[in-house]
């Protein structure tokens, strides 16, 4: 039996550790969060409580295994809780990062540090309340401007045209680099805002690059039967209203008196054929929208402050074909041109952004198939146990969660659900959330032992 270190308790972390645990390991989970599940419990659209509650079952039956630990609220990398040099002091036979993608791609544009302009990743961790973005501010305006046309955009247009408690909003416009063909939303997500579609505008807008279109052989009239089966169905007006801007690239961003953006200026693209798709390049046109919030859904990038080795496309994983050979989820470090023993990646980690719960978990699973043949073939290592990491902690000051803890806090959410007759609560600070369980754990006479 060896111990294990997984960072990150999202999908493809707590699979990774249900795997290993499953063959006998032991297995110690490290997560910047107090509560597991990343993504799954702060990145699903808020009123899924069928899905978030199924999957909060499946986690907390992989943190029930006697051989899997848990500690909360403890961020590793350089400037965290703990660095990675830390955790290989405590000696595990190896260690696998399912961190997620914590960075952001920034557009890189003049202005882009005006107010209300916003990375999606942080807006959603905003309104699904996760610490410290619940407590920031992220509030919007008359008009936004969202880039991007993938399902996140679809939830962000949700939560501003619908959800949102402050809503001000008259009026969402869509930024897409490409066309309507090229829109990356799943038909059953763009159901819930296809009602505040301006079909006016819309006709207005395809008509506008119509020509664009043509001359890659994509005819306009064929839009309601692919990608915006809305058209076709009768129209009613709903407001706000919800529109799109095809082939615009953001360009710079521009900053009023308040200090809040006020207009966007855009690129027009064209579109062109290469190696069989097709991609949008941009020409010497521009124009302006006039948008008082910016939110940019383009994708998300690895945190190069884990201490991981870090390259153009994140972490640095080992090259080669992905057979058992030569597995893609063992780190690499590209100065010394080998393998960082015990050390891998899975999930978005591995790849940002790739994918939702079921490709993370299936992922996670793979990664650790790999770990278990690297187990294999090495010697059992004097891990420190749970309750010295538990003590190192405490003399560093780190208020680390365990399992038991997360006990208490769902006992103290379920409370507080019952109190305000809701049907289900959630704390948006860490702090409350560390109240809560010392709270729950007086009432219970329960004493902290690690």
Known sequence: MKTVYVVGAGPAGLFAAQKIAAAGHQVVIFNRDIKPGGLAEYGIYPVKDKMKVGLRKQFAKVLSLPNVHYFGHVRVGNGYSITIEDLRDFQPAAMVFAVGAQGTKDLNLPGEDCRRVYSAKDFVYHYNQLPPFASQDFSTGKRIAIVGMG??????????????????????????????????????????????????????????????????????????????????????????????????????????????????????????????????????????????????????????????????????????????????????????????????????ARKASEGLVGIARHDGEVGAATVLQYLEAISETAAATPEEIYRYLTRRGIPAVSKEDLHYLSLAEEREATSRGLQYFKYSGNDSMLAAIEEERRKAGSVVTG
């Open 151 to 348: 399902n996140v955009m679809v939830d962000i247009a949700r939560w501003v045209l619908q959800d949102d408690p402050d809503r001000l909003t008259e009026e969402l416009i869509v930024v897409a680099r490409r066309g309507p063909f090229e829109a990356k939303f799943d038909e059953r997500e763009f159901v819930h805002i296809e009602q505040h579609l301006d079909r006016q505008d819309f006709q207005q807008e395809l008509e506008r690059i119509q020509p664009c279109l043509a001359a890659v052989g994509q005819d306009i009239a064929n839009v309601a039967g692919k990608t915006f089966p809305i058209l076709a169905k009768p129209y009613e007006p709903v407001r706000p209203r919800l529109k799109f801007r095809f082939l615009y690239s953001p360009v710079s961003i521009h900053a009023g008196a308040s200090g809040c953006i006020d207009r966007l200026t855009v690129r027009e693209n064209i579109l062109v054929e290469r190696d069989g798709s097709l991609s949008a390049k941009g020409t010497d046109r521009t124009a302006d929208l006039d948008v008082d919030t910016m939110i940019f859904a383009i994708g998300d990038s690895a945190d190069p402050n884990v201490g991981l080795p870090y390259g153009a496309e994140g972490y640095v994983t080992r090259p080669g074909a992905a057979d058992p050979g030569h597995p893609r989820y063992e780190i690499f470090d590209p100065q010394s041109q080998s393998v960082v023993a015990g050390t891998f990646a899975v999930g978005w």
